[in-house]
């Protein structure tokens, strides 16, 4: 199955010391290298901080744009992994292993693979 | 007629595991529903199925009963909530109807009903494996399991006592100790509530009313719950590998003897704050202090704890020992009054607080 984990932390990563994000960084390089050597990743990136996103909804047929994220709140979604392993017990011992996990929260999330079986 | 489980368990072998677990479960609640048969009739099957089971030599045919197992820990799963783990493990591996479920935990049944459909639909759409936890996850997993069974025990112990969740809960324990034989845990709720139930004729007096332990008429205790619960605490105990339930189940066995060994029992508990530590525990093991060393010992240790002031068994507690000290607080009686939970502990509570008044 694949699952989405998305990485929550308390701010951006531009609010970080030079020297936390050195650290920060070589822990996220170490574990994608891991991810990809047990051959289970299939995507991951790192997001622009929350002052560059912008929301879009269309109401009544009306493109309504907004500056920001989708809720402001004080955990932000700063990045991501797309991995396609055997279980939840599988996908949540890897969300453990993701450096944010360990001041942040992982949201663990199964991907609709087969439309035909959306929950 | 068989058990949709066992049937599945005897297809697996055949067939292989199905390709998808999650989507078993869910289909197997249906089938389990549809031929459904009286569940002692069914756990007396399955016991000897079990028994049967461990004589027989160790290859492929002598798999049948652990997939009864992995359908535990699937229903304890850390990903579902724990009232979703408690109904989910209650209506697959108990076989309990909604209605029952649903009248068990005063919850309207459309409520019910929905939350097992969430949850089923969870274990099935998250992937929530159907197996046993490998060894690292085992502590964890494990201590959710016993927990969720603890819970269908404790709703069933009452007042009011439901009997039905009561036995439902020690028939689980008794399967988990069964399939998980070198788990001392397992043995050891399966030993705590044994020796729990055999107090539930003396504990509620006639006209419903808590009866303290002291005050417990033994005939009423059932020998034959405290034998059985004392076995599986010694099969337990022989494992050598303490825990909370075995504590709780020694000190539960200790205060079945004629002299209640309270140096004994305040030593368990102050085993059983290291392990596993609440303030009710630490309430507890000033109670207990409190009978082997006097008063004013569990007055000090009581006065320690934080986080009880919401607590009406701790102001109880407090008043009972000022009592003892000759410093009656009727102040303490009125806090823990207004903080009980219902008539029957405020009847418990007006009847002590006649204690306050001297004696003749």
Not at chain 2, 11 to 28: E, K, L, M, S, Y
Not at chain 2, 178 to 207: F, K, N, Y
Request: a negative charge; hydrophobic letters at 45%; charged letters at 25%.
């Amino acid at each position: 199955m694949q699952y989405m984990l998305l990485i929550y932390n308390s701010g951006d990563w531009q609010d970080l010391s030079p020297e936390q994000q050195q650290e920060i960084g070589g822990a996220y390089f170490a574990f994608t290298e891991e991810l990809q050597a047990a051959g289970k990743m299939v995507a991951g990136d790192a997001l622009q901080p929350t002052s560059t996103a912008t929301s879009v909804r269309v109401r009544d047929g009306e493109t309504l744009t907004t500056d920001g994220p989708f809720a402001e709140t004080k955990e932000v979604l700063g990045g991501y992994y797309l991995i396609d392993v055997e279980s939840l017990d599988e996908a949540l011992a890897w969300a453990a292993k993701i450096p944010g996990a360990a001041y942040g929260t992982i949201e663990v999330r199964p991907v609709v693979t087969d439309y035909e079986t959306v929950a | 007629m068989q058990d949709a489980f066992v049937r599945a368990a005897e297809r697996w072998p055949r067939d292989g595991i199905p390709r998808n677990p999650g989507a078993w479960i869910v289909a197997t609640a249906r089938n389990r529903a549809i031929d459904r048969i009286r569940r002692d009739q069914t756990l007396v099957r399955k016991t000897e199925l079990l028994a049967r089971a461990a004589e027989l030599p160790d290859d492929e045919e002598t798999t049948i009963p652990d997939e009864r197992l992995e359908l535990i820990f699937a229903c304890c799963h850390p990903a579902l909530g724990a009232e979703a783990q408690v109904a989910l493990t209650l209506s697959l591996v108990g076989g309990l109807t909604t209605r029952e479920i649903a009248r068990a935990f005063l919850v309207p049944e459309p409520t019910l009903a929905q939350r097992l459909v969430r949850a089923k639909r969870k274990i099935r759409d998250a992937g929530i494996p159907l197996r046993v936890p490998p060894e690292h996850l085992m502590p964890e997993r494990l201590r959710v399991v016993l927990a969720t069974i603890y819970l269908v025990f404790n709703a069933g112990y009452g007042p009011p006592v439901r009997r039905d969740l009561c036995g439902e809960a020690i028939r689980l324990a008794a399967v988990l100790a069964t399939l998980m034989p070198d788990e001392a845990e397992a043995h050891g709720l399966h030993a705590l509530l044994l020796l729990q139930d055999a107090r539930r004729d003396a504990r509620v007096s006639g006209d419903g009313e808590l009866v303290l332990l002291a005050d417990q008429d033994r005939a009423l205790w059932d020998s034959s719950d405290i034998e059985q619960g004392r076995r599986a605490l010694e099969r337990a105990l022989a494992l050598r590998m303490p825990g909370p339930n075995q504590l709780q189940a020694a000190i539960a066995s200790l205060h079945f003897e004629e002299e209640t060994d309270w140096p004994q029992i305040a030593l368990l508990y102050g085993r059983l704050a290291e392990l596993a530590p609440s303030p009710v525990v630490e309430l507890n093991r000033a109670v207990a202090v409190a009978m082997a060393e006097g008063p004013a010992a569990g007055l000090e240790l009581l006065d320690r704890i934080a986080g009880l002031d919401d607590y009406y068994l701790y102001h109880s507690a407090r008043a009972d020992l000022l009592r003892r000290l000759g410093q009656p607080s009727s102040t303490e009686y009125e806090r823990a009054f207004a903080l009980a939970p219902s008539e029957v502990e405020r009847a418990f509570l007006r009847r002590r607080q006649n204690l306050l008044a001297p004696e003749p």
